[in-house]
Structures are given as C-alpha cells and as structure tokens.
C-alpha cells in the first residue's frame, strides 16, 4: 500500500503574502479606509474559493496519518469502487450508477472506530487495484485547536465522497470485472491494520473473471450458489482467512448501468445471496451480522460516461425466468382448454409475483404430446395458451403474450431416464416466461 504521501492527488493552495512591508513598523493610522476594501474584498473572496486547489486544501488534512500513527494502527475502512462499464457505462449518456451519490449518508457510519480510510479502484483483474485515497486521516489529530477540529471532522463526509467520485471516473486498465480477486488485494491491506477493520464493496456484484463469473449463470436455486462457493472455496479464490476479522459491507448489488442488462428482483436477490454466502465462507467461523452486511443503498443512475472509450464488458445475461408446470393435466383435463379449479390457486401465486415487474414481457407458451391429431395439435396448445393468459389478466397481470407451440422438442432439462408417461406429461406442459 503506498504512503498517504504517495497518494496525494493536489497540492494546497500556497498564498503569496498579502503585501509587502518596508519596515518593522506598524500600518499607518491615515491610511484612507476606502484602499482597505479592496483588500478586504479579496480576503473575503480568496476564503470562498472553490475548485481543485480549494478542495485539496480543504481535504489535505486527511492525507496526514490520523495523530501522527501510520495508517491502519487505529483501525482501517477501505472503500472499494467497482469502475467496470456494467456500473459505470460505456459511453457518455449510458446512466452509469453514481455510487458517490448514494454513499455520503452512509461515511458517518463506516467511519465509526477507525483513524484510517482509504479508497480504491477496481476492474477485470486483482491487479487492477489502483488506490485514489490511501492511509488519509479520518478524524482530526487530537489537540490543537477546538475550531480546526471541528471544521475538519465537518468536512470528511464530503471529501470521501469526492475520493468516491474521483474513484468512479477512472478508466480501467481492462474489460471486465473481478470482484473477488480485488477484495482478495484489498485484504491484505486490512491485514496489517490494528483495530476495527471494515471493507465497503460498492459494486453489482456480478464477476466475468474466475470462479464466481457469472456470464452463465441462471441466477435461480440454492443449488447454484452452493456450487459456485464450492468451486471457489476450492479453487482458493476465498479462503476462510481473506476477510478474517474484516467487517464488510456489500453496497449496489444487481445495480447496473442504465444502458447493461437489468436483473429481476427475484434474480437481484439471487446475486445478495451469492455474496452473503461468499462473504461468510472468507471468514474463519460462522459470520456475525456485521461480517457479512449488504446495503439497501439505491444509487442514482446519473452518471454520464466520458468520451474516451471506455472497456467493454462480457455481457452478463440474466435469462429469462419461466415456471415450468408440472403438465397439463394440472391445469387441465384430457383434451380440454378449460381451467381446472385446482389450477387457479397456482396461477394465483404466479401473478403476485409478476405483476408488479417493471419492463418486462409476459409470454404464456402452451404445449400437447404427441399422441393427439397433428392438425389438434396448435389448435389445443393455443387454446390452453389462451386460458392461462386470460386467467393471468384476470389477476391484474398486464401485456400477457399467449402463444401455443403445438408438440414440444424433447423435454428442456429433464433426465434421460424419464418413462414415458413422465415424458407425456412434461411435453403436454405450459410455461410462463417472464421475459425482458
């Protein structure tokens, strides 16, 4: 980690003396108070400057290591800033999500118990970490004087958001987005600090590098998540010692730049419990509440990306989410479109959970095995298609696309083993498919 010196990004303002004096003696009593006001004016003017130079003068106390100690020996808060284009966009009017924004509520909070922050820069590789704020102060030194003090310890919200902000403006050096690999980096930072030690991760959380990309994901099932743990647990991309010690807090997961692929609440939620699940298994015993705590944090999609190019990302897809009914003959009886009763309390659910997603496309795909007439076939399927859509509407969910596909290509998922009343059952199916 380099030096609060070494990460100093401006230099406070240097003022010339205000004029100059030709002898010992006092300013003479008859000098008109009319020449005072320009001066006056201009001291007044200099003390409300803003700009660069005025920002690194307000914030340059922070760059000296809280009384005097090296950075992290009061405790340490590291902030992680995913730079990758599905957060921050590719180009100028993508919507980037503006983490600096969303975040200043929050600083009061992260800094509690610590003397030491630093903010850091992530993208596709662990060494991609670059630091825009390392080892500065996060309280005044102790003694001097009180109004210093106080005018200090008002100002660090602000200037950790505009090391956040600065953070989030810079162009990786790759595509892509290796979250892990660059909490992994910043661990062995937090390492060497005595005291609280806490990791504040702003990013979406989804990986296109190592064991936790997620480019072909279903973001669907329990089983999923424990197979990507195993697989980094395994491959010792997280290891029980990574976060040891380290509280951490997950900021913006499933929030995407406005122009990215856009997960469902329920797939949103699937990606909170991936990391929960990462998180605990980098501690060393079962994580406490505050191990492993992920924000309700809502940034705005306001950022405008800069006009150089910036690196593409691999696309990360979130497929569409589709209830496969057990088979037809639960919504329906032999060679009929009507709905049974017993259907309804399922579609019933099924449109709770719907009806309320925004810009998404509802599709209702009706099928029938193969043992009807051919020319019955689409003519069923739609029917049945039709039922569904109908019964959908009727629960308030709007823009329902039914469409009947007739005999169903094999069985999508199902063993080989199958018998073949197993078979008939799954081909003679509905499927609702949210699609976006």
Request: hydrophobic share 40%; net charge positive; with cysteine.
């Amino acid at each position: 980690m380099r030096t609060g010196q070494q990460a100093r990004t401006g230099r406070a303002s240097r003022f010339a003396p205000a004029q100059r004096r030709r002898g010992r003696g006092r300013l003479s009593r008859t000098v008109t108070p009319v020449l005072l006001l320009p001066v006056l004016v201009a001291g007044l003017l200099s003390g409300c400057a803003s700009g660069p130079d005025h920002e690194a003068a307000r914030c340059g106390w922070m760059r000296k290591t809280a009384d005097g100690t090296s950075p992290g020996q009061s405790g340490h808060t590291v902030i992680l800033v995913d730079v990758s284009s599905s957060v921050r966009g590719s180009t100028p009017a993508s919507g980037g999500v503006d983490q600096a924004a969303g975040v200043k509520a929050s600083i009061p909070d992260w800094l509690r118990g610590v003397g030491t922050v630093s903010v850091a820069t992530f993208g596709g590789a662990a060494h991609d970490v670059r630091w825009t704020a390392a080892g500065w102060a996060a309280k005044p030194a102790s003694g001097g004087n009180e109004v210093t003090r106080r005018r200090h310890a008002g100002s660090v919200p602000d200037c950790i958001v505009q090391a956040v902000a600065k953070a989030q403006s810079t162009v990786p050096a790759r595509e892509g987005s290796d979250v892990l690999g660059a909490v992994r980096e910043v661990s062995t930072v937090l390492a060497g600090s005595r005291g609280t030690r806490r990791l504040i991760v702003l990013t979406d959380g989804l990986p296109t590098t190592g064991c936790a990309d997620l480019r072909d994901a279903g973001f669907d099932g329990a089983l999923e998540t424990d197979a990507i743990v195993q697989r980094c647990s395994a491959d010792k991309e997280v290891t029980t010692r990574t976060l040891a010690s380290v509280e951490t807090v997950f900021v913006g997961l499933g929030q995407t730049a406005d122009n990215e692929p856009q997960p469902s609440p329920a797939q949103e939620e699937w990606v909170t419990g991936l990391w929960r699940r990462l998180c605990a298994a980098a501690h060393p015993k079962p994580a406490e509440p505050t191990d492993c705590a992920v924000s309700e944090v809502t940034a705005p999609r306001t950022l405008s990306g800069k006009a150089s190019r910036r690196p593409g990302d691999p696309a990360v897809e979130f497929p569409e989410r589709t209830w496969k009914q057990a088979g037809a003959r639960a919504l329906f009886d032999p060679n009929s479109a009507v709905l049974r009763a017993a259907a309804l309390p399922q579609l019933a659910k099924i449109a709770v959970q719907v009806r309320d997603l925004d810009g998404v496309r509802i599709r209702v795909l009706g099928y029938v095995d193969p043992r009807g007439g051919s020319g019955n076939n689409l003519t069923l399927s739609q029917a049945r298609a039709n039922a569904v859509r109908n019964e959908l509407e009727r629960l308030g969910v709007r823009g329902v696309i039914a469409v009947g596909k007739g005999v169903p290509d094999g069985c999508p998922g199902a063993a080989d083993s199958l018998g073949t009343e197993q078979e008939l059952q799954c081909e003679r199916r509905v499927d609702i498919a949210v699609v976006r």
